[in-house]
């Protein structure tokens, strides 16, 4: 598999519960970064966790990293319609000679249902 | 709330021409990128600007692409003669820190521009 990979790939919940998305990756990385985009539309910086974080909440949002297992999960809490949109982990590797270059995931499609 | 900002919204071109992609970094914002998405993949990095200078490029950053800042707050990207594999949605980003800190910093998106090549 490749840097930043998310599962589930689709992931349709009723309003009001929670939803946890998984990414894991295959390098070290400074930090892990989460977005948000809606269809066809721009990527909405969601939250950054650097690599000596183990968890970051925003809001609704929960994001835990666990370097040992080179995986992170975002965890939606008390979810809404207008939380439909598919979520994407980016991962900026600790590489020699890399510059923040962001390695994006194939992302989760989540639908929540009204 | 500060954000980045991308023209045009479309752009349609013919095979073999030019294109111009602009965006508008954040304004304290010290680092660029462009990325690209082509229909149903995943987001692609291109290249990373910084200090008026490119700091690293991907493979699809081939010599028919080119970045430029021409003045204090555009960023450009130059495809010089498009093929129909260039169809993508382009997405500019900018930091306000980047690599030097050691941990990164975060990247916000413009709303990108969808580029179809005929």
């Known amino acids: 598999s490749q840097q930043g990979e998310e599962d589930p790939q689709a992931l349709s919940i009723q309003e009001g519960e929670n939803a946890t998305m998984n990414c894991s990756y295959k390098t070290s990385i400074n930090n892990l970064q989460w977005y948000r985009q809606n269809s066809g539309r721009g990527l909405v910086h969601l939250i950054l966790i650097r690599s000596n974080e183990r968890e970051k909440h925003s809001g609704r949002l929960r994001v835990t990293l666990d370097t040992s297992k080179k995986s992170s999960s975002l965890l939606i809490t008390a979810s809404r319609a207008a939380d439909t949109a598919s979520y994407f982990c980016?991962?900026?590797?600790?590489?020699?000679?890399?510059?923040?270059?962001?390695?994006f995931g194939q992302g989760t499609t989540l639908q929540v249902k009204p | 709330e500060p954000e980045v900002t991308q023209t045009p919204s479309h752009q349609v071109t013919q095979m073999g021409q030019e294109v111009i992609l602009r965006c508008v970094p954040i304004?304290?914002?010290?680092?660029f990128y462009w990325y690209r998405q082509i229909l149903g993949q995943k987001v692609e990095f291109l290249v990373s600007?910084?200090?008026?200078?490119?700091?690293?490029k991907s493979e699809i950053f081939d010599d028919q692409f080119s970045v430029e800042r021409p003045d204090g707050s555009n960023f450009t990207l130059k495809i010089r003669s498009t093929k129909l594999e260039d169809s993508a949605m382009y997405f500019c980003?900018?930091?306000?820190?980047?690599?030097?800190?050691?941990?990164?910093?975060?990247?916000?998106f413009g709303p990108g521009t969808r580029l179809t090549v005929l």
């Open positions: 304004s304290n914002h010290l680092y």
């Open positions: 980016a991962t900026d590797a600790r590489l020699s000679g890399n510059t923040g270059k962001l390695i």
């Open positions: 600007f910084y200090n008026n200078e490119i700091s690293e």
């Open positions: 980003a900018s930091s306000e820190r980047g690599w030097e800190t050691g941990s990164g910093n975060e990247q916000f």
